[in-house]
């Protein structure tokens, strides 16, 4: 059993009570002035979380994530406000505490985005077939140039929303379309609306005219939103490489994110002191083995797309087989995962789990069957929700606040299914949630405290609204490039 010591408790609610109330409450005051949702989140949605309540998960079969806790067969979570306060079995929580039966389900940590295009949502699978020229023409030299801030805030929320009904409790927001400090604003409202928590990385537009506001905005938002380090939102930037960016970044205290980054590259910025733990790059599938010594000599983070990267044809396009996501383990990397953008495929993490777990083993069989003497051991299942979980807190500079279900830490925690058809029985765990598990198995999901999704349905989410919501965006969008729907294309 692990547990908060009595003194910790008490620590934690003096702190509580001395704390101003816009600090404890930062995430509401940002979103106080924000109605761009449309009606689509009600009244409860936007309710603080009250750090007088108690929840008591009861019963469950629980994957900490955490080796100095434990897993439990069948196990409860005491959580106070946003805190997870106890974890073992058999807890008493006081009487008022709301008590979820937790029976015939696997609790785990929440799965971590590392990487999202989140403006993009409303352009879901426009493009399955498509290579990343298809892609480009599609967003960035198609549909971007016409975004308004709401369409930059209908994107985000739409992203978000999906993650949290997909059991992704954080998302780093890599926005490369803020054409405007009114699209930045949008964004990262949107963010805040959602409830989800979220790393807003902020970027300049890839084509067409702009307010060429970026970099300075990053300045801008800061004092903005993020001046309180108590709040689900966080801000970073979004600099693909480039030294005067970088510095201005850091020179904020903001760590930096970024696609595009070569082999040359990193030897250049290693050599000039540029690389370290306060970066994450997206991909890194094509890297040269002394390119990846580097890395993990400079303590980067990398997070790996394994199906962005086979579908779109980047790099050698195997990250998970021959590129990053292998590369990173043969060189002891601990990578994330990302789901990129979602013009192609699903939003949710159980397909890049999947994705990374079938072709690096596929791969890792067919070198072994060719005789290749360095030929990788196959990946397991805890290596794949390792990456879907800590190692992508870990790439979000949240390890402390999230990524395992551990006392202390603030309560992401989602509850999966396991008594459905697709899952029943449970002979594994580990093995339902990697292998078997989907979106309708995730029955309950809590973020800092807070339930967002109850029994399989997103909590205080009014979805007639959120359609309409939805369907006025992408009509504008669709009007302004002269765009013909065809479903059956």
Same mark, same amino acid.
């Given at each position: 059993?692990?547990?908060?010591?009595?003194?910790?408790?008490?620590?934690?609610?003096?702190?509580?009570?001395?704390?101003?109330?816009?600090?404890?409450?930062?995430?509401?005051?940002?979103?106080?002035?924000?109605?761009?949702?449309?009606?689509?989140?009600?009244?409860?949605?936007? /309710?603080?979380?009250?750090?007088?309540?108690?929840?008591?998960?009861?019963?469950?079969?629980?994957?900490?994530?955490?080796?100095?806790?434990?897993?439990?067969?069948?196990?409860?979570?005491?959580?106070?406000?946003?805190?997870?306060?106890?974890?073992?079995?058999?807890?008493?929580?006081?009487?008022?505490?709301?008590?979820?039966?937790?029976?015939?389900?696997?609790?785990?940590?929440?799965?971590?985005?590392?990487?999202?295009?989140?403006?993009?949502?409303?352009?879901?699978?426009?493009?399955?077939?498509?290579?990343?020229?298809?892609?480009?023409?599609?967003?960035?030299?198609?549909? /971007?140039?016409?975004?308004?801030?709401?369409?930059?805030?209908?994107?985000?929320?739409?992203?978000?929303?999906?993650?949290?009904?997909?059991?992704?409790?954080?998302?780093?927001?890599?926005?490369?379309?803020?054409?405007?400090?009114?699209?930045?604003?949008?964004?990262?409202?949107?963010?805040?609306?959602?409830?989800?928590?979220?790393?807003?990385?902020?970027?300049?537009?890839?084509?067409?005219?702009?307010?060429?506001?970026?970099?300075?905005?990053?300045?801008?938002?800061?004092?903005?939103?993020?001046?309180?380090?108590?709040?689900?939102?966080?801000?970073?930037?979004?600099?693909?490489?480039?030294?005067?960016?970088?510095?201005?970044?850091?020179?904020?205290?903001?760590?930096?994110?970024?696609?595009?980054?070569?082999?040359?590259?990193?030897?250049?910025?290693?050599?000039?002191?540029?690389?370290?733990?306060?970066?994450?790059?997206?991909? /890194?599938?094509?890297?040269?083995?002394?390119?990846?010594?580097?890395?993990?000599?400079?303590?980067?983070?990398?997070?790996?797309?394994?199906?962005?990267?086979?579908?779109?044809?980047?790099?050698?396009?195997?990250?998970?087989?021959?590129?990053?996501?292998?590369?990173?383990?043969?060189?002891?990397?601990?990578?994330?995962?990302?789901?990129?953008?979602?013009?192609?495929?699903?939003?949710?993490?159980?397909?890049?789990?999947?994705?990374?777990?079938?072709?690096?083993?596929?791969?890792?069989?067919?070198?072994? /069957?060719?005789?290749?003497?360095?030929?990788?051991?196959?990946?397991?299942?805890?290596?794949?929700?390792?990456?879907?979980?800590?190692?992508?807190?870990?790439?979000?500079?949240?390890?402390?606040?999230?990524?395992?279900?551990?006392?202390?830490?603030?309560?992401?925690?989602?509850?999966?299914?396991?008594?459905?058809?697709?899952?029943?029985?449970?002979?594994?765990?580990?093995?339902?949630?990697?292998?078997?598990?989907?979106?309708?198995?995730?029955?309950?999901?809590?973020?800092?405290?807070?339930?967002?999704?109850?029994?399989?349905?997103?909590?205080?989410?009014?979805?007639?609204?959120?359609?309409?919501?939805?369907?006025?965006?992408?009509?504008?969008?669709?009007?302004?490039?002269?765009?013909?729907?065809?479903?059956?294309?």
């Amino acid at each position: 059993m692990k547990s908060i010591s009595r003194r910790g408790l008490l620590k934690m609610g003096a702190a509580l009570a001395a704390a101003p109330a816009a600090v404890r409450n930062a995430d509401a005051a940002q979103r106080a002035g924000t109605r761009q949702d449309g009606g689509t989140l009600e009244a409860a949605w936007r /309710a603080p979380v009250n750090p007088g309540r108690h929840i008591l998960l009861r019963g469950g079969t629980i994957i900490t994530m955490d080796p100095a806790v434990g897993d439990f067969a069948i196990g409860d979570v005491h959580i106070q406000g946003k805190h997870i306060v106890e974890v073992g079995r058999s807890l008493r929580a006081p009487a008022s505490a709301e008590v979820i039966d937790a029976a015939g389900t696997i609790l785990i940590p929440g799965f971590v985005d590392c990487h999202r295009h989140s403006w993009s949502a409303q352009f879901r699978r426009i493009i399955p077939d498509g290579l990343i020229a298809n892609y480009m023409s599609t967003t960035h030299q198609g549909f /971007a140039p016409f975004y308004r801030p709401h369409d930059m805030y209908v994107g985000n929320l739409m992203t978000a929303l999906g993650c949290i009904d997909a059991g992704i409790t954080c998302v780093i927001d890599n926005s490369h379309n803020s054409r405007s400090a009114a699209h930045s604003d949008a964004a990262v409202e949107a963010l805040f609306d959602s409830g989800i928590r979220a790393v807003h990385a902020s970027g300049p537009p890839q084509f067409g005219t702009w307010d060429n506001q970026w970099p300075a905005d990053l300045a801008r938002l800061q004092k903005k939103y993020f001046t309180s380090d108590d709040q689900l939102v966080t801000l970073r930037a979004f600099a693909n490489p480039n030294r005067e960016n970088w510095a201005l970044a850091r020179s904020l205290g903001l760590k930096i994110h970024a696609d595009g980054i070569s082999s040359e590259l990193i030897e250049a910025f290693a050599k000039d002191n540029l690389l370290g733990p306060d970066f994450t790059f997206n991909h /890194a599938n094509a890297l040269t083995d002394a390119a990846w010594r580097l890395v993990r000599e400079t303590a980067c983070n990398v997070d790996v797309c394994t199906r962005s990267d086979a579908q779109y044809g980047l790099g050698n396009g195997a990250s998970a087989g021959v590129g990053g996501f292998q590369k990173a383990l043969d060189f002891g990397v601990q990578p994330g995962f990302s789901v990129d953008n979602e013009t192609s495929y699903s939003s949710d993490m159980f397909g890049e789990m999947r994705a990374a777990f079938f072709i690096q083993r596929a791969v890792a069989t067919n070198r072994r /069957a060719n005789k290749d003497p360095d030929a990788p051991a196959p990946v397991t299942v805890r290596q794949v929700l390792q990456c879907a979980t800590v190692n992508g807190a870990k790439c979000a500079a949240l390890l402390d606040k999230c990524g395992t279900i551990t006392p202390g830490k603030e309560a992401d925690i989602v509850i999966i299914r396991a008594d459905e058809m697709n899952v029943y029985p449970l002979n594994s765990a580990l093995g339902t949630v990697v292998q078997a598990a989907d979106v309708r198995n995730v029955d309950t999901v809590i973020i800092g405290g807070a339930i967002r999704k109850r029994r399989g349905v997103l909590v205080g989410v009014n979805m007639p609204r959120f359609r309409q919501l939805v369907d006025e965006s992408r009509s504008y969008l669709f009007a302004k490039m002269n765009y013909t729907l065809d479903v059956l294309s």
